[in-house]
C-alpha cells in the first residue's frame, strides 16, 4: 500500500532558530494529515492537524503547511527551544482507511 | 496522556507463553488503537475498535488477538509470544475517527 514518508530522518537546528520538518505523500486522496512528537520513552503527542481543504494551519509556535499540488507537509517550529528535540512524525488519513505514520524525523535542538 | 493508562509497562516473556496488555482509558472515548513500533517502521496498527465488542484488524494483526468488553478497557493478547513480537506498544483512543491520543507504551521484550 502506499505509505508517508520523509525526506530527512535527522534535523539538527539551534536553539532560537526555526525549524521545518518536511514529510511526503503519495496519495492524492488523502484527507487528512496530522503532526505528532515523541519524546524519549514516551507516547506519541498530538501536535496539529490539518485537513486538505486547507493549505495551512497555526497553533502556537507551530505551523503546517500542506501542498496538495506536490503532495508535501511540512511542519514550522519557530524560535525552538531544547524542549523541541524529540522524533516528529507525520500521519495521513485517506478515506475510511486509519491513520499512516511516516517513520519519523529526529530533530535535535543544539543549545 | 488523555487518561489512557497502558499496563504493563514493562514486560519480558519466553517464547511461546501468551501475553495480555491492557489498555485502560477514562476519557469514553469511542475508538481504541493497539500499535506497535520498531526501528524503521514507525507506528503500525495492529488492532481497533469503534465500539463495546466492535474490533477489527490492522496491517499487522497476524499473531494477535483483541478484546473490548466496555468501553475503557481494550485488551491485546498474543497467545504465543515469538520474539519478533518484541516492540514497544502503544494503545491510542479517539473520539472521532481523526486524531488519536497515545498512551505511554509497553515495552515487551519476548526472549
Known amino acids: 500500500g502506499e505509505s508517508v514518508g520523509l525526506h530527512l530522518p535527522t534535523l539538527s537546528v539551534q536553539e532560537g532558530d526555526n525549524s521545518i520538518i518536511n514529510c511526503a505523500y503519495s496519495?492524492?486522496?488523502?484527507?487528512?494529515f496530522i503532526w505528532y512528537k515523541q519524546e524519549s520513552g514516551k507516547g506519541p503527542q498530538f501536535i496539529i492537524d490539518i485537513r486538505s481543504n486547507m493549505d495551512k494551519r497555526q497553533g502556537q509556535r507551530v505551523t503546517v503547511l500542506l501542498n496538495k499540488t506536490v503532495k508535501h507537509l511540512s511542519l514550522q517550529i519557530a524560535a525552538t527551544q531544547p524542549g523541541d528535540s524529540a522524533v516528529y512524525f507525520c500521519?495521513?488519513?485517506?478515506?475510511?482507511?486509519?491513520?499512516?505514520f511516516g517513520t519519523g524525523t529526529r530533530l535535535t535542538i543544539i543549545p | 496522556d488523555a487518561g489512557i493508562t497502558q499496563s504493563p509497562r514493562h514486560k519480558v516473556t519466553e517464547t511461546g507463553t501468551p501475553v495480555t496488555l491492557r489498555c485502560h482509558q477514562t476519557e469514553n472515548h469511542r475508538y481504541m488503537y493497539w500499535y506497535r513500533q520498531d526501528p524503521g517502521h514507525g507506528l503500525r496498527l495492529i488492532h481497533y475498535s469503534y465500539g463495546v465488542k466492535d474490533t477489527d484488524k490492522g496491517e499487522v494483526s497476524d499473531g494477535y488477538s483483541v478484546s473490548r468488553s466496555k468501553t475503557e478497557d481494550f485488551l491485546l493478547t498474543l497467545e504465543s509470544a515469538t520474539s519478533s513480537q518484541t516492540s514497544v506498544y502503544f494503545c491510542?483512543?479517539?473520539?472521532?475517527?481523526?486524531?488519536?491520543?497515545f498512551g505511554q507504551g509497553t515495552r515487551l521484550t519476548v526472549v
Open positions: 500521519a495521513e488519513k485517506f478515506g475510511n482507511e486509519k491513520l499512516t
Open positions: 496519495n492524492s486522496a488523502s484527507d487528512y
Open positions: 491510542a483512543i479517539s473520539e472521532s475517527d481523526t486524531e488519536a491520543f
